[in-house]
């Protein structure tokens, strides 16, 4: 059996018609809603071959709720016409009917009545002429009765202005007969069960075919964070070239760590209250280690190892001012020192990513806080060549393939350059990391031999998930 | 980095030929420069306050050249034309000569009072000297650029400049109280005390960043010359009677400051730039500085050192293989005088007083690599031969997380740092019980402190997304900082994992589920024993009553669990029960 008794119907009526039919006219024979006709098209449309349906929409003017009572009771103004007795009618009065307001400047402007101001009590209202005739009354009741298309294109206009009359686009299914028409036809089933397998009954029965252009229900499952994912494919990389990661678990690190060990001077302007988060609590590093501390004053104020230094009053105090680490460099200065307190030396390849923070206020391109990428190799005679080769193979893991160097200046490293690739579609070049060899007034105070080079790049995580 | 701005057609007309924008980009490039924009006056001022306010301005195009931070030399026109004139070899580097006067010596006085205010100055003339329209104001430009940057916005050094005509020497530099010193400042018709002042220029938005530095001291810095003329209240202002215009033809310069070397080079560049224009070209005009001890110093130093370098450590720190006398010819291009002595090996470099920044042989090697071209070097690996290791407990964290999303939650990237409130009111706790670390100068109450718990983030998150359908699931595994006097800083980073859900129900057994999978993942088994892990009824103010448990594992309690307090959830202007899960991961390392 079809679904349902207006689908039955349907069939019947098609299997009698010649031709074809029309949904709405179906619905008005069958007295029922179109909505319902609609329905059955649809459902026996998913049978398959039943019937063929051609969506038609046609257009149809229809009174509103306001052109439906004007049409029975008379327009506004031919309302306030009739309810004005020869002797008039005080227009305060007039104006408390319900048509009064509209109605009243309507038959003014047809002059079918007139206000005597002169009058004792107040503006009065008289009638001009004697009779008239309600046109708008008339058309409206030309589009009741279906003839809408006997009026002029202006009429019909100027009643829609008036919100009396609304068009509305009627959608209507031509239904004639398809390939595979029956007027008695089986259910098909939704899908496979259980039951159809074990008895079989599944050989017999028809199956709804699948809508293929419908989406597929999304797996319910929980996500990474798109940034840390990054994160995991520059793990990848470095681990891959075979560099080991660095402990990078304290946020806090004092400003000996963070800027005295990598030579950045004292008065430095990374080193201002505007770029830097200090601490309160606890304001101060509580332990140094205080021998290299004392080669790191002395290189910064005096000079040695071939440097002429800064040559300025180097202050403890300032050094033990705890902050947050501008750069995740502190703790490669800790893995470096470490690094040289064990003899003989052996070279080292080390990596960090983490959290690093700036005294910004949050803004579309500023964060107070982001993630900081940075590799070091430690070893004899490593050159500039070096460098770029490294980033030549860790750019090439990325998927970036050309690159360009730039002469650049960096507190801690000389030579310094900014890394530039070139980007296809700003098509211009654009720096994607900055990079150098630690200067030696770093490494030497730190106890590295002589002959150890480091190299060192970094670059920002966030970088590389934003368009730039 | 500063950035100098300079005419196009002036630099091209010094530079004696013509680029494109992309040549002259291109050459900037190679040297460690950066073409940052190409615009004008008239572009700058239309930006910024509107075409309307443009209108009349000049349209001459200007270049703004982005300047490394240790290259004073290159901050006006002036030395920017010379550093690439000798990069191109179209000139030698000229020789900057000190040289005594005619008449008497220039000298200033420095008095003992200084010493606990400003207590350094230096000095120098500009004789004869000759200033256009243009050159005029570059002088004062790169005395700003100069001011902004080595000078630390003049708290290090300031600079004063005068008409030495207008003025009679010896001149002394001193201190006074403020109300003692009276006069005519700068682009003033009247005079007014240094008191006056302070206060007049709190809203001078040039000048008011300035008057830090000396605003709460009892004595303020002041130059007197012979007949009691105020010559400048450094770091403040000159004075008007000294000011020096177009038509100036000897100019006296005075730095003072509270760091000495800085104050000698920041002389050096002043002088050695537009000693250009002198009559006697590139010689200054010695001054003495006496200073209280009764010793008496002769400025500008403008020293000349000499370093040697062995050619074959240039070529080993660079990987090149030139030979000396290229490198020596590289070097000479990069403003830095040099020969090939000795055993034909070592090259001996002649530092000018312009280079400040050479301070170590890596800055000479870096000199020599800029002019052999970066891109022109070979790229090579390097044979060091290593095993990676990745850190215990981020390997850790990345093991965790991949199933912690595989069960259903997703990940959350939330800041470290926060307010006091999210910490402590919003769960509860008094902000002391949290043993946070606080920051002394956040600039919004977002960074108060660094977190001691994941959880306000999470819930902060899950504000952020109230409109995704339910229930929502989240979790993160980051480090948390607590006060800790056994740590070298007084701090400690700890590897949180926290999860929350978020339903119409609470859900405590799905979170439940989530710890029970989580010890699954990490081979803990369920047991009271050493072994094993446990949770056990607990309270908690961020917790609903009775709703609360403590989590036990290896022997110690690693944290919590349960259904959050209504208050809570209020708080974080959530309107769905929710439970939670915070835990510490490290004693699983």
Known sequence: MADGPVAELLLRRLEAADGGLDSAELAAELGVEHQAVVGAVKSLQTLGEVIEAELRSTKRWELTAEGEEIAREGSHEARVFRSIPPEGLAQSELMRLPSGKVGFSKAMSNKWIRVDKSAADGPRVFRVVDSMEDEVQGRLQLVRGGQAEKLGEKERSELRKRKLLTEVTLKTYWVSKGSAFSTSISKQEAELSPEMISSGSWRDRPFKPYNFLARGVLPDSGHLHPLLKVRSQFRQIFLEMGFTEMPTDNFIESSFWNFDALFQPQQHPARDQHDTFFLRDPAEALQLPMDYVQRVKRIHSQGGYGSQGYKYNWKLDEARKNLLRTHTTSASARALYRLAQKKPFTPAKYFSIDRVFRNETLDATHLAEFHQIEGVVADHGLTLGHLMGVLREFFTKLGITQLRFKPAYNPYTEPSMEVFSYHQGLKKWVEVGNSGVFRPEMLLPMGLPENVSVIAWGLSLERWTRPT | ?589
């Open chain 2, 1 to 589: 980095m500063p950035t100098v701005s300079v005419k196009r057609d002036l630099l091209f007309q010094a530079l004696g030929r013509t680029y494109t924008d992309e040549e002259f980009d291109e050459l900037c490039f190679e040297f460690g420069l950066e073409l940052d924009e190409i615009t004008s006056e008239k572009e700058i001022i239309s930006k910024e306050q509107g075409n309307l306010k443009a209108e009349g301005a000049s349209d001459v195009v200007l270049y703004k050249i982005d300047v490394p931070a240790n290259r004073y030399d290159l901050l006006c026109l002036e030395g920017l034309v010379r550093g690439l004139q000798v990069f191109k070899e179209r000139i030698k580097a000229p020789v900057y000569k000190r040289v005594m006067p005619n008449g008497e010596i220039q000298k200033l006085i420095v008095t003992e009072e200084t010493a606990k205010i400003r207590p350094f100055a230096v000095a120098a003339v500009l004789r004869n000297i000759k200033f256009t329209k243009d050159r005029y104001d570059s002088f004062i430009e790169l005395q700003e650029k100069l001011h902004q940057n080595i000078c630390r916005k003049r708290a290090l050094v300031a600079i004063g400049t005068h008409d030495l005509d207008t003025l009679s020497g010896p001149f002394t530099y001193t201190v006074k109280r403020p109300s003692d010193i009276k006069f005519k400042p700068l682009n003033k018709t009247k005079e007014y005390t240094a008191c006056e002042l302070m206060k007049i220029y709190k809203t001078d938005n040039h000048l008011k960043h300035y008057l830090h530095i000396i605003e709460n001291k009892t004595l303020y810095p002041v130059i007197y010359d012979s007949n009691g003329v105020i010559l400048s209240m450094p770091p403040v202002i000159n004075g008007e009677h000294s000011r020096i215009t177009v038509n100036t033809r000897n100019v006296f310069i005075e730095c003072t400051g509270t760091d000495f070397t800085k104050a000698k080079i920041v002389l050096d560049v002043i002088v050695t730039m537009f000693s250009e224009y002198c009559e006697n070209q590139f010689t200054v005009e010695a001054a003495d500085v006496v200073f209280p001890n009764g010793k008496s110093y002769t400025f500008p130093e403008l020293a000349y050192r000499k370093e040697i370098v062995r050619a074959d450590l240039i070529n080993k720190k660079v990987g090149i293989r030139e030979t000396p006398e290229n490198l020596a010819k590289l070097l000479t291009r990069m403003y830095l005088k040099s020969e090939v002595i000795g055993d034909g090996n070592q090259i001996e470099i002649e530092i000018p007083p312009t280079r400040a920044d050479i301070i170590h042989a890596c800055d000479i090697v870096e000199d020599a690599a800029i002019a052999y071209g970066y891109n022109n070097i070979q790229m090579t690996l390097p044979k060091t031969y290593t095993i990676a290791n990745q850190f215990p407990l981020n390997k850790l964290t990345e093991l965790l997380r991949h199933d912690l999303a595989a069960a259903g939650f997703t990940e959350a990237l939330t800041f470290a740092l926060c307010s006091k409130e999210d910490i402590a009111d919003k769960l509860g706790l008094d902000i002391s019980a949290t043993k946070a670390v606080h920051i002394s100068n956040p600039k919004t109450a977002e960074f108060q402190v660094a977190r001691t718990t994941l959880l306000p983030g999470l819930l902060k998150t899950l504000a952020a997304n109230r409109k995704m359908p339910l229930p929502l699931k989240l979790f993160e595994i980051s480090d948390i900082v607590i006060k800790d006097s056994s740590r070298d800083v007084g701090a400690k980073n700890y590897r949180h994992l926290c999860a929350v859900y978020y339903n119409k129900n609470p859900g405590f057994e799905i979170i439940h589920g989530l710890l029970d999978r989580i010890m699954q993942l990490l081979n803990v088994p369920p047991g009271e024993d050493k072994g094993g892990y446990v949770i056990k009824a607990s309270e908690g103010p961020a917790f609903f009553p009775g709703r609360c448990a403590e989590i036990f594992a290896k022997g110690q309690s690693i944290g919590k669990l349960g259904v959050l307090h209504p208050d809570v959830i209020t708080k974080f202007e959530l309107t769905m029960p929710c439970s939670s899960l915070e835990i510490n991961v490290e004693p699983f390392l």
